[in-house]
C-alpha cells in the first residue's frame, strides 16, 4: 500500500510529511481511503490509475486532502505522541535505575562506582594526551594507530558520560520531551502543522492553483 500512497502523493505533496515513522500505515490507509471515495473505485490500484488518467480527479483528490488534513495530522500527533511519551517514561526508569544504585553504593560505602569515574577520567585525558603528543612531536605513526587512539577516546568519553549522568543524573531530554507532549496536548493540531510546514518543501495551498490551472 506505501508505494501507491507515495505514488498519490505526487498530486499532494504534503503526503509525504505524514508517511514517515510509526504512522505511515495509518496515514496510508487514511490517504487510500480518500482516494478511494473520490474515484469511486474498489481498490487503491483502481484508485491510483484514474487519478493519474483523469485531471479532474486528481484535482477533486487534492482537496479532499486538504480538507482532511487536520485529520491526518492528527493521527501523526497521536503516534507520535505515544512514542514520546514512552521514550519520557523510559528516561524516568533509567533515572530511577541509577538513583537507586547511588543510594546502595552511599549505604554499603561502597566506593567502586567513583573509582571507576576517576579511573575513567584519568585514562581520558591521558589517551588524549597522548594522541596530541604523538600530533606535534610528529613521531611516524601509523594511521591505524590513530584510528584505534580515537575509538579509546569514543569509548572512554561514553564511560565518562555514564559516569556522569549515574553521580549528578541526565533530566534535560526527558523534560525536552515532556515539553512536547504538553504542546501535543494543548493543540495537537497546530503543532503538527508548524512541524510540517518547516520541513515541508510545497504547502498544500501551494499546489492547489498548479493543478487547477492546468484544468484550464
Known sequence: ??????????????I????????????????????QTVTGTNTPEQALAAIQ????????????????QVDLQRIAADVE???????????????????????????EHDHTP??????????????IGAHFWLLFARIP???VAFGVLGNIEGVLIAMVLGAKEFFFGSSSTAT??????????TDPDTHVTTQTMNGAPMSAQATLPTIANDKS
Open 1 to 14: 500500500m506505501l508505494p501507491i500512497v507515495l505514488a498519490l502523493a505526487q498530486f499532494a505533496p504534503q
Open 16 to 35: 509525504a510529511h505524514w508517511i514517515g515513522g510509526s504512522q505511515a500505515e495509518q496515514v496510508a490507509q487514511k490517504v487510500v481511503n480518500i482516494a
Open 53 to 68: 488518467a483523469n485531471p479532474d480527479l486528481a484535482y477533486r483528490f487534492q482537496e479532499s486532502i486538504v480538507e482532511s
Open 81 to 107: 505522541k505515544t512514542r514520546i511519551t514512552a521514550n519520557v517514561e523510559t528516561a524516568k526508569t533509567n533515572a530511577a535505575d541509577r538513583a537507586n544504585a547511588r543510594q546502595m553504593a552511599l549505604t
Open 114 to 127: 567513583r573509582n571507576l569515574a576517576y579511573l575513567y577520567t584519568v585514562g581520558l585525558f591521558l589517551v
Open 141 to 143: 605513526v601509523n594511521p
Open 176 to 185: 525536552k520531551q515532556a515539553a512536547v507532549i504538553t504542546s501535543f496536548a
